[in-house]
């Protein structure tokens, strides 16, 4: 497909989201209520790749971004069309240019409702439900369970020591965007007999922060990986997206008192993202939608 489009009575043009000015990108996630901050943003860039849809005078009126990891996978994200665009092919043609410059990568994204439709006709399929929870963080947690090893904080210096058990869970190494998020997160790790068994993140992003990744091989770890954040963040506004619908760890975010806000559909083009094994690692919080 070209590197054009035409728009009702103007053209817009793929151009590298690095060439344009941050606001420009925060003023178009602004527009569809997406809670993207211009640093957000700035991350996302540094983390990724993407395209902005430009007319003439340098208006952006929609955006897409890929994030690789290795040379067969990447996730999507991002994909943004004005309003004033909506409905009149944009998104379809800003995929297109995901799918040429992705080449034959294994593709997973995480779709809205408003785009689910689009994605399927690109040749994408369903795999999972994504729930967010958000809210503002209570003093007080509910009773957690009996904690099975140590919990600990890590530094930034030695975020290479969960990288492998990350892959594991993950399905593929994303060494690059786990050094990055570690240079603005708290880490904490889970031992049991020296071994690391699971670990969690929590960032500022959007309207307060996000907890995630968070992974873990059952839901009593993943909810102490998680209870160590929230308690951190009392009084705070902090969100989880999860793939959890039902079990301890889904009972543990309600009776947080997190609000179950909205959803999202995981979807994949080529090979199937996921892969739960029992007792294996799992990501039971996302890093991010674009992120996954």
């Known amino acids: 497909m070209g590197r054009t489009v035409r728009v009702k009575s103007f053209e817009l ?154 892959e594991r869970a993950f399905g593929t190494s994303r060494h690059k965007l786990l050094a990055l998020l570690s240079e603005r997160a708290s880490i904490y790790v889970l031992s049991r007999g020296g071994e690391i068994v699971g670990y969690s993140m929590s960032r500022e992003f959007g309207r307060g922060h996000v907890i995630g990744p968070v992974v873990a091989s059952n839901d009593r770890d993943a909810i102490h990986l998680t209870a160590v954040h929230l308690k951190e963040l009392a009084g705070r506004f902090a969100r989880i997206d999860t793939r959890e619908q039902t079990g301890l760890f889904a009972d543990f975010l309600q009776h947080s008192r997190l609000a179950m806000s909205d959803t999202v559909t995981t979807m994949s083009k080529g090979r199937r993202f996921l892969n739960r094994k029992e007792n294996e690692p799992w990501v039971y919080g996302l890093a991010g939608h674009a992120l996954s």
């Open 13 to 166: 043009a793929a151009r590298d989201i690095n060439e344009v000015d941050v606001k420009l990108l925060h003023a178009l996630s602004i527009a569809v209520g997406w809670p993207h901050r211009p640093k957000d943003w700035d991350f996302l860039r540094r983390a990724g790749q993407g395209i902005v849809a430009v007319d003439g005078i340098g208006r952006v009126f929609g955006s897409a971004m890929w994030f690789p990891h290795g040379r067969g996978f990447a996730t999507v994200g991002l994909v943004i069309t004005s309003p004033r665009t909506q409905a009149q092919g944009t998104g379809r043609w800003l995929m297109q240019q995901v799918f040429e410059r992705c080449g034959d990568r294994n593709l997973t994204l995480n779709s809205t409702d408003a785009a689910y439709h689009l994605y399927l006709s690109l040749g994408f399929t369903k795999e999972a439900v994504v729930y967010l929870w958000q809210g503002e963080v209570l003093s007080s947690l509910p009773a957690l369970p009996v904690l099975d090893g140590e919990l600990r904080s890590l530094s930034a210096e030695h975020v290479e020591d969960i990288a492998a058990l990350d």
